[in-house]
């Protein structure tokens, strides 16, 4: 796997232009979609020819609420796509905030980079954890988007001239953190705000189905894997040895594995107890920097609203990010490509209620958090082959 040959070939063109592809395609479904959707935005009293009426009494707007109206209550106007796109105020309150989402983009690489440094107790160099991690990235996009690139990064971290064993296990240890601070922060989110106004009714319109248990089975399984992981790492590395052996022994195919695969399991073993007696520090301080990742990396989202939207409620859209994240693992498209355009618009669509600041806001979302690796892990990518051809 970890030859230059299989490297090239989990990167090969043809699997960079898939999720391009779909990518594409969803943006031009969105704008259709959006053209096609009657979308109501308030006016002054009487100068409107709707008034919502809510049925339910959940404080959520719906389309089938908006009651057409001739009294000088009448609030609400139809608009086109056209105008909701034309309506669109670009100025430098906005340019500012787009470069701060920028820069918390930044901020969340630099997270990882320096966790990465943090666990291979500065083994791999900052240039070289740059590069890691653009090139985990890279994987990350071209992978399904329920597997990711950790497949992959175990053979990149191995590269850098960690052994196979200690790479899989701080992989292993990478996940382990990201999941930990993950169930950590909904139950905190959840109390704080409760589940009717982090998932908007809005979003059944587009699951075709109840969001809230589609979100508890992701969440249950999230904490269940991070359990596992605990006990794998940290308690039966011995465990994972032996399932490791058993899935080679299982399959013809992979027979010619066996070696390697007892290799790495005693590799996982050795570095699994080096793990259990580091300091509370080394875990503390990597904890720290999932943290600053992931909230770097829920706030380029808030960043890009306040661009546009300067009076958001900056709670909620972190917390429906949270939702948004654990649905982006279910797809199998690469990086979830495609279908998480259509989660975000559902999560976030009520927000504001003009179908082109929405499509706008969706976009930058995505080149901000997602292309951007497709081109720096290419421009990467050749020089850290040659680099570590080396090791």
Not at 365 to 378: A, D, E, I, K, N
Request: contains cysteine; hydrophobic residues 50%; aromatic residues 14%.
């Amino acid at each position: 796997m970890s030859s230059e040959g299989d490297i090239k070939k989990i990167f090969n063109y043809k699997k960079l232009l898939i999720p391009v592809i779909i990518g594409l395609l969803a943006s031009v479904a969105l704008i259709i979609y959006q053209i096609n959707k009657t979308t109501f935005v308030e006016v002054a009293p009487g100068k409107g020819q709707y008034v919502w009426e809510d049925k339910n009494n959940d404080q959520i707007k719906q389309t089938e609420e908006y009651v057409p109206s001739t009294s000088t209550a009448a609030n609400f106007n139809t608009e086109t796509f056209t105008e909701s796109i034309a309506a669109i105020e670009w100025s430098s309150h906005s340019a500012m905030w787009l470069g701060i989402a920028l820069l918390a983009v930044v901020i969340r690489d630099f997270g990882y980079i320096w966790r990465l440094r943090i666990l291979s107790e500065k083994k791999i160099s900052w240039r070289a954890s740059f590069d890691v991690i653009m090139i985990w990235e890279l994987a990350s996009c071209v992978a399904p988007s329920a597997a990711g690139g950790s497949k992959v990064a175990m053979f990149i971290i191995n590269r850098e001239g960690i052994n196979l064993g200690k790479s899989t296990a701080l992989v292993m240890v990478t996940a382990f953190l990201d999941e930990l601070f993950y169930i950590l922060i909904v139950p905190i989110m959840f109390i704080i705000l409760g589940t009717t106004q982090i998932l908007p009714a809005s979003f059944n319109d587009i699951l075709k189905t109840n969001q809230f248990i589609i979100f508890l089975i992701a969440y249950i399984g999230l904490v269940i894997l991070t359990i596992v992981l605990f006990f794998g790492i940290f308690k039966k590395p011995h465990l994972l040895k032996k399932g490791l052996s058993k899935i080679v022994f299982q399959f013809k195919f992979l027979k010619r594995f066996r070696r390697a695969a007892i290799r790495t399991g005693n590799e996982m073993v050795i570095a699994s107890q080096e793990l259990k007696e580091q300091p509370f520090s080394y875990y503390f301080k990597a904890f720290g920097a999932s943290t600053l990742s992931w909230t770097a990396r829920f706030m380029v989202v808030n960043f890009i609203m306040m661009a546009f939207l300067p009076n958001i409620d900056n709670v909620l859209i972190f917390c429906r990010q949270l939702i948004l994240w654990v649905l982006m693992l279910i797809p199998v498209t690469p990086g979830a490509s495609g279908i998480s355009e259509f989660l975000f618009t559902g999560i976030m669509g009520d927000i504001t209620h003009s179908g082109g600041l929405i499509l706008v806001i969706t976009l930058l979302w995505r080149f901000l958090s997602y292309y951007p690796y497709l081109f720096v892990g290419l421009l990467v990518l050749p020089g850290w082959i040659k680099r570590t051809s080396k090791n």
